[in-house]
């Protein structure tokens, strides 16, 4: 996929979506202006008119109609005009955002459960949700028919797309949204995508998973450790590195060969010193340390060099998003480990 151009609901809306492709290294820009827009169907139909009407979008791979995943605004009129800009041979309506509870079955969307229209968002003073079924949703603003495709149907065989050129799909997980995306595509059809960041996200994923990002941690403050273990508790991936092994002539490889093997599954990794996950540690670390007739300042320089050179052959086997070094001498060691004279901070505007 090389263009893409997506129709958001919000500014919002805009980033969360547009980030999904600046993971994957695609140059994204927000463009923002929205003078005069009432909060009415009508006036939200006449603005996606207004802001797509000089633009040819037959220039891109794709186009994502952005939607609010807890199908608040006026989303009938704005899928409607989008649509009938696009000239789309089939239209994939699937707002699910499994991540933050966003689920979609037979039809009707809920949160974290509950179907979105028993909860306190049907009674927002501002945007309440009026319906929560997504097919029909789609039926009040279209006269032509509109198709559901159930988590039984996407889930027990292939899916068949030939029915009808709207449709309203359920998922309840993200491989539920790239089986979804996959079958669509398969079509051939020049298709509409509907829904949220998450839809951005299964296309892509579809065409170019992301790479996944290393972090590299030596630190053996508290502070660090507390977030060592919040982030792991948050499901990311921790793989100690028993620094009074490599002391006593461990093999520093076999944590390297592991490191590769997790990052290649796709999987979020952090690569951190025995000392920096468990502060008790750090006394085996100086004990190998002393029998080896190293200082404690010999110690902390042996694990800053031993971490970095570390990570240095993980990323000499495998690519990675990014990377993440904790501590100012970490950064410094893997600097030197890779043999680079610096750094660049990002570019801001």
């Known amino acids: 996929m090389n263009r893409c151009f997506i129709v958001a609901d919000d500014f919002t809306g805009a980033n969360d979506t547009g980030v999904q492709l600046t993971r994957r290294g695609y140059r994204t820009k927000v463009v923002l202006k929205s003078e005069g827009v009432l909060d009415d169907g009508l006036e939200a139909r006449g603005k996606v008119a207004g802001l797509l009407a000089e633009l040819d979008l037959t220039g891109f791979d794709c186009v994502i109609k952005k939607v609010d995943s807890t199908l608040r605004g ?11 800009v696009f000239g789309s ?20 969307h809920r949160l974290n459960g509950v179907r979105i229209g028993m909860t306190e968002l049907a009674h927002d003073p501002r945007k309440p949700v009026l319906q929560d079924n997504i097919a029909e949703i789609l039926r009040s603003a279209y006269d032509e028919p509109v198709c559901a495709l159930t988590l039984e149907r996407l889930r027990g065989g292939e899916i068949d797309f030939s029915g009808a050129r709207l449709w309203a799909c359920d998922a309840e997980t993200n491989e539920d949204m790239v089986k979804v995306v996959l079958a669509a595509k398969a079509t051939g059809k020049r298709v509409l995508w509907v829904g949220t960041a998450a839809m951005a996200d299964a296309l892509l994923n579809a065409d170019q998973p992301p790479l ?11 502070v660090a450790r507390k977030q060592i273990h919040f982030a792991e508790s ?12 490599i002391i006593r002539g461990g093999d ?10 997790t990052l290649r599954t796709g999987v979020d990794l952090a690569v951190v010193s025995s000392a920096s996950y468990d502060r008790a540690e750090l006394d085996a670390s100086l004990a190998a340390g002393a029998e080896q007739g190293m200082s404690r300042d010999e110690v902390a320089e042996f694990t ?3 971490i970095s050179d570390l990570a240095a052959q993980i990323l000499d086997e495998v690519k990675v998003s990014g990377l993440f070094l904790s501590g100012g001498d970490t950064a410094i060691h893997f600097i030197d480990a890779v043999k680079a004279t610096g750094s660049l901070p990002s570019e801001s505007r």
């Open 212 to 222: 996944p990002s290393l972090a590299v941690i030596a630190s053996v403050s508290e």
């Open 74 to 84: 006026n989303i009938a009129e704005e899928i409607r005009e989008t649509d009938r």
């Open 252 to 261: 520093c490889s076999f944590y390297a060969r592991r490191a590769v093997e």
């Open 304 to 306: 800053g060099n031993a």
């Open 234 to 245: 948050k499901g990311l991936k921790i793989q100690t590195v028993d620094i009074a092994d």
């Open 89 to 108: 041979g089939l239209v994939i309506f699937m707002p699910a955002l499994p991540t933050l509870g966003r689920t979609t079955r037979a039809s009707v």
